[in-house]
C-alpha cells in the first residue's frame, strides 16, 4: 500500500487541533508535511516544515503554496483544516456583519484561493487529494451561528465542485465532518455556553458526550485518521463525499 509516503502534503490550521494531529499522522505515514497558520509557537512545536500565514487572505493563501512547492516540492495533497468557530456569533438579527465577514474569508474564501492555487498543478501531473475539515454543522445548522453554519455548507459545495471539475485528472476532493471534538475551538464554545448558562465547562462537555452512542465525544486523531485515508492513493474511488466522524450522531 503506498497510501501518503512521499507525497507532499499542505496542511493548514496545523498547529493544534485536528490540524496538528492530521499533520503528525501523515508525516508518521511518510508524507512530506508543511504546516501552516498565524501562530508561529504552535506551528514551531510541530517539529515539521512550517509556514506562517493569514489564512483568510489571498495573499497569505498564496504565501503558504508558495512556501510549500518551494521547499518541499509540488504539492500533491491539500489538507483544508483551518477555520474560525462560533462561540462568538449571536442570534443572526444581533449578528454583526464583520463577524459574518472574517468568517466567510477565513472559512470559504481561503480554501477557494487554496484549492484554486494547487489545482492547476494537480490538473497537470494528473494526481491530486483535497480534503477539507467543514463540521456537522455543514449538514444541520447550530443556534446563533449563521456564519459558521453557512460556510460549513459552503465548504461542502466548494469540495464537491472541485470533485467534479478535476475528477477526470486523477484528482479527487472529500470533506470530513466533525461532531464535538474537545480541541482549544471547542474549549472556547464550551466556555461561553456555560457561562450563559450558568453551569461548569465540565457539565457543557457531559451533555455534549451524552449526545453520542458511546458517551464521549470524537477526538483529534479519529479525525486525522479518516483524513489520513482520504489523502492517500489507496482512497481512488471516494470523491466528492462528506463523510461524517461523530461516533453515529447526526450532530
Given at each position: 500500500?503506498?497510501?501518503?509516503?512521499?507525497?507532499?502534503?499542505?496542511?493548514?490550521?496545523?498547529?493544534?487541533?485536528?490540524?496538528?494531529?492530521?499533520?503528525?499522522?501523515?508525516?508518521?505515514r511518510g508524507a512530506r508535511v508543511m504546516g501552516a497558520s498565524r501562530s508561529e509557537n504552535e506551528l514551531a512545536?510541530?517539529?515539521?516544515?512550517?509556514?506562517?500565514?493569514?489564512?483568510g487572505t489571498p495573499e497569505g493563501c498564496a504565501l503558504a503554496v508558495t512556501e510549500t512547492e518551494s521547499r518541499?516540492?509540488?504539492?500533491?495533497?491539500?489538507?483544508?483544516?483551518?477555520?474560525?468557530?462560533?462561540?462568538?456569533?449571536?442570534?443572526?438579527?444581533?449578528?454583526?456583519?464583520?463577524?459574518?465577514?472574517?468568517?466567510?474569508?477565513?472559512?470559504?474564501?481561503?480554501?477557494?484561493?487554496?484549492?484554486?492555487?494547487?489545482?492547476?498543478?494537480?490538473?497537470?501531473?494528473?494526481?491530486?487529494?483535497?480534503?477539507?475539515?467543514?463540521?456537522?454543522?455543514?449538514?444541520?445548522?447550530?443556534?446563533?451561528?449563521?456564519?459558521?453554519?453557512?460556510?460549513?455548507?459552503?465548504?461542502?459545495?466548494?469540495?464537491?465542485?472541485?470533485?467534479?471539475?478535476?475528477?477526470?485528472?486523477?484528482?479527487?476532493?472529500?470533506?470530513?465532518?466533525?461532531?464535538?471534538?474537545?480541541?482549544?475551538?471547542?474549549?472556547?464554545?464550551?466556555?461561553?455556553?456555560?457561562?450563559?448558562?450558568?453551569?461548569?465547562?465540565?457539565?457543557?462537555?457531559?451533555?455534549?458526550?451524552?449526545?453520542?452512542?458511546?458517551?464521549?465525544?470524537?477526538?483529534?486523531?479519529?479525525?486525522?485518521?479518516?483524513?489520513?485515508?482520504?489523502?492517500?492513493?489507496?482512497?481512488?474511488?471516494?470523491?466528492?463525499?462528506?463523510?461524517?466522524?461523530?461516533?453515529?450522531?447526526?450532530?
Open positions: 500500500m503506498a497510501g501518503v509516503e512521499d507525497r507532499i502534503a499542505l496542511v493548514t490550521g496545523a498547529g493544534r487541533g485536528i490540524g496538528r494531529a492530521v499533520a503528525d499522522l501523515l508525516a508518521t512545536a510541530l517539529g515539521l516544515a512550517y509556514t506562517v500565514a493569514d489564512l518541499l516540492g509540488p504539492i500533491d495533497i491539500l489538507v483544508c483544516n483551518h477555520g474560525i468557530g462560533s462561540a462568538h456569533e449571536r442570534v443572526i438579527w444581533e449578528q454583526d456583519p464583520k463577524t459574518w465577514n472574517e468568517t466567510m474569508q477565513v472559512n470559504l474564501d481561503g480554501p477557494f484561493h487554496l484549492s484554486r492555487l494547487v489545482l492547476r498543478g494537480m490538473v497537470e501531473r494528473h494526481y491530486g487529494r483535497l480534503v477539507y475539515t467543514s463540521s456537522t454543522s455543514g449538514l444541520v445548522a447550530e443556534h446563533a451561528g449563521s456564519a459558521y453554519t453557512a460556510s460549513k455548507h459552503g465548504l461542502i459545495g466548494l469540495m464537491r465542485s472541485v470533485a467534479l471539475d478535476a475528477g477526470t485528472h486523477g484528482i479527487t476532493a472529500n470533506a470530513v465532518l466533525p461532531g464535538w471534538v474537545r480541541t482549544e475551538m471547542a474549549e472556547r464554545s464550551a466556555k461561553t455556553e456555560a457561562e450563559e448558562r450558568g453551569i461548569t465547562v465540565d457539565q457543557v462537555w457531559q451533555e455534549r458526550a451524552a449526545m453520542y452512542p458511546p458517551g464521549r465525544v470524537a477526538t483529534p486523531q479519529e479525525v486525522a485518521e479518516m483524513v489520513a485515508f482520504l489523502a492517500s492513493e489507496e482512497s481512488s474511488g471516494v470523491s466528492g463525499e462528506a463523510i461524517r466522524v461523530a461516533l453515529g450522531s447526526v450532530w
